[in-house]
């Protein structure tokens, strides 16, 4: 008899260990889930928003448009800063604008000064590098993200049936504009630039 009092005992003092113990592994797995959750909450709120990737940038585009239309009959040849930061450069000549994220501070848009009969004008963006490298190889601290050539249509005509590389931004009814991007690796210091320059071909607009 006093043995099967104590397998009964032995019995119950094993299930309330175990019924213990489970209770305490469900109660640290909640514990954890509960803790984690809260770092990730915390991680997406500290975490600055990076503007310079192009699909946040197309954020800013969409409120350029409206200062677009306000500066769109402006006619003098410097970059106007925008409420967003964003510069909007208008070409005197022509009357097309160009658009630059804040991140193409400095940037520059001048007259090519290679004539070619393959079209009427020419124009290059450029932005200044600190890239010794290329300072060193090309002798320059100016690189061209890309060129605006102003063609006839029937110099545009000719160029669909060459090895031309080149995109048609626009047009009004004297000319096509074709946006041509850089040759060759970039200086390393315009990486950011680079991934940007698509987005500143598609702002392009003319009167």
Same mark, same amino acid.
């Given at each position: 008899?006093?043995?099967?009092?104590?397998?009964?005992?032995?019995?119950?003092?094993?299930?309330?260990?175990?019924?213990?113990?489970?209770?305490?592994?469900?109660?640290?797995?909640?514990?954890?889930?509960? !803790? &984690?959750?809260? #770092?990730?909450? %915390? +991680?997406?709120? =500290?975490?600055?928003? *990076?503007?310079?990737?192009?699909? !946040? &940038?197309?954020? #800013?585009?969409? %409120? +350029?448009?409206? =200062?677009?239309?306000? *500066?769109?009959?402006?006619?003098?040849?410097?970059?106007? #800063?925008?409420?967003?930061?964003?510069?909007?450069?208008?070409?005197?000549?022509?009357?097309?604008?160009?658009?630059?994220?804040?991140?193409?501070?400095?940037?520059?848009?001048?007259?090519?000064?290679?004539?070619?009969?393959?079209?009427?004008?020419?124009?290059?963006?450029?932005?200044?590098?600190?890239?010794?490298?290329?300072?060193?190889?090309?002798?320059?601290?100016?690189?061209?993200?890309?060129?605006?050539?102003?063609?006839?249509?029937?110099?545009?005509?000719?160029?669909?049936?060459?090895?031309?590389?080149?995109?048609?931004?626009?047009?009004?009814?004297?000319?096509?504009?074709?946006?041509?991007?850089?040759?060759?690796?970039?200086?390393?210091?315009?990486?950011?630039?680079?991934?940007?320059?698509?987005?500143?071909?598609?702002?392009?607009?003319?009167?």
């Amino acid at each position: 008899m006093k043995k099967k009092t104590l397998v009964i005992v032995i019995i119950v003092v094993l299930v309330i260990f175990f019924g213990i113990s489970a209770l305490a592994c469900v109660g640290y797995l909640l514990w954890k889930a509960a !803790n &984690d959750s809260g #770092n990730e909450n %915390n +991680t997406m709120i =500290d975490e600055p928003i *990076n503007f310079h990737m192009g699909l !946040n &940038d197309n954020v #800013n585009i969409e %409120n +350029t448009n409206s =200062d677009k239309s306000s *500066n769109k009959n402006s006619s003098k040849d410097e970059n106007e #800063n925008t409420s967003s930061n964003e510069t909007i450069y208008t070409n005197p000549d022509y009357g097309f604008t160009l658009t630059f994220p804040m991140d193409w501070k400095g940037v520059k848009v001048q007259p090519s000064y290679v004539s070619s009969a393959d079209y009427v004008d020419s124009y290059e963006v450029l932005l200044q590098t600190t890239d010794q490298e290329f300072i060193d190889t090309y002798g320059d601290q100016y690189f061209a993200m890309c060129l605006v050539d102003i063609m006839t249509q029937q110099q545009w005509d000719d160029a669909q049936e060459s090895p031309f590389i080149g995109e048609e931004l626009g047009r009004d009814d004297r000319y096509v504009y074709v946006g041509t991007h850089f040759n060759g690796m970039p200086p390393i210091d315009l990486e950011v630039q680079t991934r940007q320059l698509e987005d500143v071909m598609d702002s392009f607009t003319v009167k």
